[in-house]
């Protein structure tokens, strides 16, 4: 094994610990030969996996969750293992809410990589274009609407001339913070062929 891959590992490892849940980090790093390639994109998923979703945007999220989910609040409260008058306060703000706390109430209310995939896609377009990446599409479960709590993002990019892989690794790290979930990214100018198919569905944001 060689030591970009066991960075990677490592990384990994250590990202589990600090988000207290298993993280895929299948980002696309077909074509990288050197280790000193596979360290600084590790280092950008690193920073993702210290904290996964934002608990300043916690009452939008939750409430964004739940509703997606056709719960109560009291249903909603009973799956977190937490009562009602205090799902109330975290999701009008009144309540701190901990990484670890958000992250429970969102994966019983099995928040969707979809929602804010449709919540940030001018933002997610927008970083695209900021990398050299044009036409950014989705495919996947999330596209299928079969995409749970611990599903990731598909995306399909048009790479411009100079764009390179650390392009695509930075924009798929920046898709990475703004939803919260593990992000693969895909230049549709070289397809692995375990993806061809697949990417034949992707469609805009």
Request: with cysteine; hydrophobic share 45%; charged share 25%.
């Amino acid at each position: 094994m060689d030591a970009g891959a066991r960075t990677l590992m490592e990384v990994g490892a250590a990202g589990e610990e600090l988000a207290g849940t298993a993280v895929d980090m299948r980002l696309t790093l077909r074509g990288v030969a050197d280790a000193n390639s596979y360290i600084v994109i590790a280092s950008l998923l690193y920073a993702w996996c210290v904290r996964r979703f934002d608990t300043d945007a916690a009452p939008e999220l939750i409430r964004a969750a739940r509703r997606d989910a056709g719960l109560t609040q009291t249903q909603l409260a009973e799956r977190a293992g937490l009562r009602q008058p205090s799902l109330a306060q975290m999701e009008s703000g009144r309540r701190s809410v901990s990484d670890e706390m958000l992250e429970r109430v969102l994966r019983a209310a099995d928040y969707r990589p979809s929602i804010p995939l449709a919540a940030h896609a001018d933002a997610i377009i927008a970083s695209a274009r900021a990398h050299g990446l044009a036409n950014p599409r989705v495919f996947g479960s999330a596209l299928r609407g079969e995409d749970t709590f611990d599903s990731d993002i598909d995306l399909l990019v048009t790479p411009a001339s100079g764009a390179d892989l650390f392009d695509l690794a930075l924009f798929a790290a920046e898709v990475e913070e703004l939803t919260g979930f593990p992000v693969e990214a895909v230049a549709d100018t070289s397809v692995p062929d375990v993806l061809k198919s697949a990417v034949r569905e992707a469609v805009p944001l």
